[in-house]
């Protein structure tokens, strides 16, 4: 049995493709940069945790990016919405012997390694961890088997995703752990200070 395993879910960058809610107030060009920063920033925090890692294209698979192939397995995006996408990550990583799964997108500069560490500990002792966003979804979710009712009946990149997602939980009786609420960038108005 494998221990810990962090999945990155990564869109590839291509203009005009990336942050559409961002780029209609920006621009598709920074809103371009401001992707390839925040995905430059979730490749430091990631890299230091000790549990694997898997990069999820949204596209194809690039091994000639900044994502280094010797720290980061790569695999493809398949589904066809986010909630199928993540179904099938966490059900490839529980068929490969992992116990502890966590998914993230590249969307929050607030987030650190030792929070990350936290999701992982918090999978010894509950069955899920989810980390609430400020605009009503969530950063982080993990789990130590597949629990597919996470995953359907979302309206997605809407504010009720993180609420849904809980009262899935309290139903089916699952223990979780929460997180700290973070800030994921989507609009110009999410934008820290050193992104603006």
Same mark, same amino acid.
């Given at each position: 049995?494998?221990?810990?395993?962090?999945?990155?879910?990564?869109?590839?960058?291509?203009?005009?493709?990336?942050?559409?809610?961002?780029?209609?107030?920006?621009?598709?060009?920074?809103?371009?940069?401001?992707?390839?920063?925040?995905?430059?920033?979730?490749?430091?925090?990631?890299?230091?945790?000790?549990?694997?890692?898997?990069?999820?294209?949204?596209?194809? $698979?690039?091994?000639?990016?900044?994502?280094?192939?010797?720290?980061?397995?790569?695999?493809?995006?398949?589904?066809?919405?986010?909630?199928?996408?993540?179904?099938?990550?966490?059900?490839?990583?529980?068929?490969?012997?992992?116990?502890?799964?966590?998914?993230?997108?590249?969307?929050?500069?607030?987030?650190?390694?030792? $929070?990350?560490?936290?999701?992982?500990?918090?999978?010894?002792?509950?069955?899920?961890?989810?980390?609430?966003?400020?605009?009503?979804?969530?950063?982080?979710?993990?789990?130590?088997?597949?629990?597919?009712?996470?995953?359907?009946?979302?309206?997605?990149?809407?504010?009720?995703?993180?609420?849904?997602?809980?009262?899935?939980?309290?139903?089916?009786?699952?223990?979780?752990?929460?997180?700290?609420?973070?800030?994921?960038?989507?609009?110009?108005?999410?934008?820290?200070?050193?992104?603006?």
């Amino acid at each position: 049995m494998k221990a810990d395993l962090l999945i990155i879910f990564y869109r590839n960058p291509e203009l005009g493709k990336v942050k559409s809610r961002l780029a209609a107030t920006v621009g598709e060009e920074r809103a371009l940069a401001i992707y390839l920063k925040l995905a430059s920033f979730t490749r430091s925090v990631t890299s230091v945790v000790n549990c694997d890692r898997v990069v999820y294209y949204s596209e194809f $698979i690039d091994r000639e990016d900044n994502w280094p192939n010797d720290g980061y397995f790569k695999h493809l995006q398949k589904g066809d919405d986010l909630g199928s996408k993540m179904k099938h990550a966490f059900e490839t990583a529980f068929s490969q012997g992992y116990k502890h799964v966590c998914i993230i997108g590249t969307d929050c500069l607030e987030l650190t390694s030792d $929070i990350l560490k936290e999701s992982f500990e918090i999978l010894k002792k509950k069955d899920v961890v989810v980390g609430p966003a400020f605009d009503g979804g969530y950063y982080l979710l993990g789990m130590n088997r597949l629990i597919t009712a996470v995953f359907t009946n979302k309206t997605w990149s809407t504010n009720s995703v993180y609420s849904d997602t809980i009262d899935d939980l309290k139903r089916n009786r699952f223990s979780y752990g929460i997180l700290p609420t973070l800030n994921d960038v989507d609009n110009e108005s999410d934008l820290p200070q050193q992104l603006r």
